[in-house]
C-alpha cells in the first residue's frame, strides 16, 4: 500500500510502504476512505515533536471500512463504516474508566500518527477497535465525519467545557483556525451573549463570523485588549480560549480575561509560555489545558445527524489520495489559500 511518511523536519513523502496486520486481539484494520491534515501534523514535521521516529505514517483522522477484525473484538464488524476517533482508549485503565481517553495508561491515548502509525495511508491498524471507532450514521457524508475525528471534539472539550462557557458569557478566542472556529461553533450551543474571534487573517475573520462570531478584530490592525475592554466595560471576557498554540497567543488570552473567568488552553505549544501569575494570581482566574479525550464524540455525532450542528462547511479544499504534497501545501499556507480543513479521499469526486 502507500501512505504519507515521515523522514525528518521536511516535506513528508507519499511511499510504498508494507500494509498493516494485526497485532493485538482488539486490533481492526481500517481501510481508509478519506482522512484529512491537522495542524498538529503541521507541528510535527516543524520538528516540534522529536519523540516522533523516521518512518513514522502521519495522521490521526479518518473515516474508513473495517476489512479485518482480531478475536477479541466484540462491537465491529468487517464491513461497517467507521469514524476512526484521534484517540485511541483502551477502556480498562483508570482514566479510560474516567472517559478522560487522551489519558489512557494500558496503550491508548494519541499514539495514531505519533507513537505508532497513523492514518494518511490506504490502510491502518487501530488498536481498541471497539472503544476507538465510532458507526457511521446513515446520510452523513464522510468529510462531515472526518470534522469529528478532532477539531470538532477539541474545540468543544478542550476549549468550551473547560472553559465553562454558559449562557450569556462574553467568549473571545483567540485564533480562527479549525480549532478557533471549532470553539465558537462549540461555544454557540451555550448561548454565549457575545462571541468575539481575534485572527490576524482576514479570510479566517471572514469564515468566523460564517461559524458565528458576533465581533471579530483583526489583531495586525487593532489592539485586541482595547477591543474587548471596550465592549465589555472594561471587565474583559468571561472566557478566553487560545486556539494558536504561541507565547504571543497564550499571553494575549490572559491579559483578555476578566476577574474570576476562565482561559481554556486549546493550542498545541512547542516553545515555553511567559504565565505572568504576579498579574493573575490576585484575579482568581482559572486556567485550563488540555489534550482532547473525545468523550464528547457521541454527543456530537447525534448533534451532525440531527443538523444541529454544520460540520461541512469547515471543508475548503478537496483533494485525492496521489495529492497529498499539493495537500499539505495548501493547509500550511492557509494565510494565502483560505484553507480551513483540506479532504483527501480514494475517489476525491465522491465527497
Known sequence: MKALVYHGPAAPVWEEVPRPELVADTDAIVRVDATTICGTDLHILKGD??????????????????????????????????????VSACGACRFCREARFGQCVGGGGWILGYQIDGTQ??????????????????????????????????????????????????????????????????AKLFSPSLVIAIDLTPSRLEAAK?????V??????????????ELTGGLGADVAIEAVGAPATFELAADLVRPVGRIANIGVHGKPVTLHLERLWTRDVTITTGLVDTYSTPTLLRLLASRQIDAKRFVTHRFGFDQFPEAYDVFSHAGETGALKVVLSRDSRTL
Open 49 to 86: 515533536m522529536p519523540s516522533v521516529v523516521d518512518g513514522r505514517i502521519l495522521g490521526h483522522e479518518a473515516v474508513g471500512t473495517v476489512e479485518q477484525i482480531g478475536a477479541g473484538v466484540k462491537n465491529v464488524r468487517v464491513g461497517d463504516r467507521v469514524l476512526v476517533s484521534c
Open 121 to 186: 495511508a490506504e490502510y491502518v491498524r487501530v488498536p481498541f477497535a471497539d472503544n476507538s471507532t465510532y458507526p457511521v450514521p446513515a446520510g452523513v457524508s464522510d468529510e462531515e465525519l472526518l470534522m469529528l475525528t478532532d477539531i470538532l471534539p477539541t474545540g468543544y472539550e478542550v476549549g468550551v467545557l473547560n472553559g465553562q462557557v454558559r449562557p450569556g458569557d462574553v467568549v473571545a478566542v483567540v485564533g480562527a483556525g479549525p480549532i478557533g472556529l471549532s470553539a465558537i461553533s462549540g
Open 210 to 214: 460564517q461559524f458565528g462570531a458576533d
Open 216 to 229: 471579530t478584530v483583526n489583531n495586525s490592525e487593532q489592539d485586541p485588549i482595547a477591543a474587548v475592554m
